[in-house]
């Protein structure tokens, strides 16, 4: 399956004509569950041709002071009112001291935050009644770190029990900037974990910073790390594409779209048959 964030930007074009023919869409349950008229309609008429998946951007499961149980349990209502198979969230935090700061800010690697986020995400598995979907986020400073990145995000999953959105234009962007190697990062995932990827566009600003914007095509380096991904992974699992802001003409994210499909498509064919380097 290949999908779409569903923006407000194009939902009419998209609900009018079938020139963008994702396999679902997702959206932030945020912005669309405590809406009603005009707004919930569109909604509700995307819901019935496409399945719909979560990605939620507040839930700050990085947070020293524990989760907004309130806002958890809106959550869970939207997801049940929609019948929403995949929520998935961020390994990050975007709250301190109930301010919000409109950012998805990096958790420090660091072992005391492991043991706050794993009680976080239990916590919140527990009101949920499902596990949660984490995605790796983009940095661009290292916090205070005790270990590397994927020794963090590997206890995590270990002792929460949680699953993994391996989002791969991330891994790309903080591989750039940060200056290691994407394969080596993928490769060291618990890759039985992982449920659901994304694929972005980033700009590129200078010869040492690249910015994950999701607004631009995807770039041939990211394809190429998708297709490794998809070969190590060896199985079938949903792909979205993000696309939030210069937002093209609708046939040429269908042509995303298309180029992720059969990307996916031959790399697990060739996965079956030959073994991979790291
Ligand atoms: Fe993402």
Known sequence: ??????RKDFSDAFLESSILKPDFIEVAPENWMEIGGFWKQQLKKAVERYPLFCHGLSL??????????????????FLED?????YSEHLTFSKVDNAHLYDLLPIPFTQDAINRV???????????GRRLILENGSYYTVLKA???????????????????????????????????????????MPLDRVKYIHMAGHLKVN??????????????????????????LKRDIPVLLE????????????????????IKK???????????PN
């Open 118 to 128: 794993v009680e976080n995400i239990k916590q919140v598995q527990d009101l949920l």
């Open 82 to 86: 929609f019948q929403v198979s995949v």
């Open 146 to 188: 005790e270990m590397s990145e994927e020794d963090f995000i590997n206890e995590i999953v270990k002792r929460s029990d949680c699953e993994l959105l391996l989002d791969v234009n991330n891994v790309y962007v903080n591989a750039f900037n940060h200056r290691y190697n994407a394969k080596n990062f993928i490769t060291k």
């Open 207 to 232: 010869e040492n910073l690249i910015i994950d914007t999701h607004g631009s095509k995807i770039i041939d380096p990211v394809y190429e790390l998708f297709e490794f991904t998809m070969r190590k």
């Open 60 to 77: 700050s499961v990085g947070s020293l002071e524990g989760i907004d149980i309130g806002f958890v349990k809106k959550v869970k209502q």
């Open 243 to 262: 696309r939030d802001f210069n937002i093209p003409e609708l046939s040429i994210l269908q042509a995303e779209i298309d180029a992720l499909r059969k």
């Open 266 to 276: 031959n790399a697990l064919k060739k996965s079956k048959n030959v073994a991979l």
């Open 1 to 6: 399956m290949i999908g779409i964030g569903y």
